[in-house]
């Protein structure tokens, strides 16, 4: 069982960055591929950001791509959002997810994830 809280998230302005957290408990990260996810009021659920750590592949929504970032620190157990220029389209909660490794499963739907943290707010002013 693994167990993941976001935190990082607050308000900024349009233009500004922020760096989420995903700390994972439980169980070693390091092996599973994680994920990043977003939902804004009246949206749904959508994806931003994963990687395959194993394989060294990383997946951007088009919408981030080029100025949104994923990396980890194994030591902490913790994966970490970059996010860079940001725009108000960006305001949602974040989530951050870890799945097994392996083959199986599209890391850009939400389906081959295990398990999901809580959330966390991120708010970009215009």
């Known amino acids: 069982q693994v167990q993941l809280v976001e935190s990082g998230g607050g308000l900024v302005q349009a233009g500004g960055s922020l760096t989420l957290s995903c700390a994972a408990s439980?169980?070693?990260?390091?092996?599973?591929?994680t994920g990043w996810f977003r939902q804004a009021p009246g949206k749904e659920r959508e994806f931003v950001i994963a990687r395959r750590w194993s394989v060294g592949v990383t997946y951007y929504a088009d919408s981030v791509k080029g100025r949104f970032t994923i990396s980890r620190d194994n030591a902490k157990n913790t994966v970490y959002l970059q996010m860079n220029s940001l725009k108000p389209e960006d305001t949602a909660v974040y989530y951050c997810?870890?799945?097994?490794?392996?083959?199986?499963?599209?890391?850009?739907?939400?389906?081959?994830?295990?398990?999901w943290g809580q959330g966390t707010q991120v708010t970009v002013s215009s």
């Open positions: 439980g169980r070693t990260f390091g092996s599973y591929d």
């Open positions: 997810a870890a799945a097994a490794p392996g083959p199986s499963g599209d890391r850009r739907t939400m389906t081959p994830y295990d398990y």
